[in-house]
DNA sequence: GCTAGGTAAATTGTATCCAATATCCGTGAT
DNA sequence: ATCACGGATATTGGATACAATTTACCTAGC
């Protein structure tokens, strides 16, 4: 499976999301054109075309003749993607457990193995990834791709501060441990389960990542 | 009252979105930039960021080295629009009545006033751009502005086979009374009726749209 | 007649250059 | 001292030119 090769403006998005993941950028900062497109070694056009699609997201904040600054999230705003969330999640894992399949329940342990690993070796960007891996699974299950696409929004919104989330051991156990739950509910084919886990699982995120905001 | 002017990006995403919105960029098709750019009288680098948003909207679709095609809506994407409108129209209703104030129904009440108007002279771009105005005042009294930017997305993503259903005089008659409900369960500040009136307004959408598609 | 390969045309993707706009700083008047 | 005005500078916005990729068509071979 050889990959095909991707576009300057897709590797300048992939780049400017690990930018602000790993917060090289930092929330509020303008993103000056010129400079960051001379540290990714490309123009500045294919950078102006991956910022446009970070501003349809909400990533970043886009002034006219002022330019693209990165999106600062409220304790406000925080909690309102976390209500969205809620409900949005609770219509894509009912959905989810309506279709699911013996094989997509074995494809999703295989993942939350993974974000198992990923923990042991305690790379924040490692476990990000497969945490998200792990949820999405469920969501596409949904077979709903305009709310899957909703939902990665209001996660790629909140991604910055989930990563500082999951820098804390005791984050890292509670989360494996909710997977399970999530998995278990799943395999029960219990909606109400499945949603109860899921919310618990966002309401223990919310609280932590809050008092980062807040601290 | 003086008008900022605009840059070229915002007027071409203007003009995009009426030429999606009148058919006169058929659902499907692709979108050839160079000519689409000539027509404008622009060059490509502005055509191509306001497709970029377009893009992220979910309004068209984006294939590397191939173009942009105005994105596609069967009937089960349809509903999926609708269901998730459900969702989140419940959740910013039920905020707005929690907020509105007496000189927030008097303006919601002047905006019905012109969606009325509009539908007196039926001009279907007019009325799709006055009911726009008339539902999205209530929707921005919710104070979740990521809330009502989902909202917007899902109106967009419709809003070409809703000029269809503005199209009939009986739909327009329904939609004015519909209003006026909505406005009496808003000043009544019933949350319960208010929802309700708009759950029965969106399904006799639903309904007219989806003939539409189907037909 | 049908398939495979290769070449040409059309279209998109990127880089470079120039124009337009906002911001900053200094000067002068009140 | 403060505010208003103006010009210099930095940064973004847009146009043009060129490179890369895909697609379609045509030819050769089976």
Request: aromatic content about 6%.
């Amino acid at each position: 499976m050889n990959t095909k090769p991707l576009t300057t403006q897709e590797e300048v998005l992939a780049l400017l999301r690990v930018e602000i993941l790993t917060g090289a950028l930092n929330p509020g900062q303008q993103i000056v054109q010129d400079a960051l497109a001379e540290k990714f070694g490309v123009s500045r056009v294919p950078l102006r075309e991956a910022l446009k699609i970070l501003e349809g997201e909400g990533q970043v904040a886009y002034h006219p003749h002022r330019g693209y600054f990165v999106a600062e999230l409220s304790i406000g705003d925080l909690h309102e993607v976390y209500r969205l969330r809620a409900l949005l999640e609770c219509e894509a894992v009912t959905a989810a457990v309506a279709n699911i399949t013996e094989r997509d329940l074995l494809t999703i342990a295989e993942l939350a193995k993974k974000v198992r690993k990923a923990t042991a070796t305690g790379e924040v960007l490692a476990i990000t990834a497969a945490n998200r891996s792990f949820h999405f699974a469920i969501f596409e299950l949904s077979e709903m791709p305009r709310l899957v696409r909703l939902l990665r929004q209001l996660w790629d919104a909140t991604d910055v501060y989930r990563s500082v989330y999951f820098a804390h051991a005791t984050n890292r156990d509670r989360i494996l441990l909710e997977h399970d739950e999530i998995l278990n509910a799943l395999s029960a084919r219990s909606v109400a389960l499945s949603v109860r886990w899921h919310d618990t699982h966002r309401d223990n995120s919310v609280a932590s990542v809050s008092a980062v905001i807040a601290g």
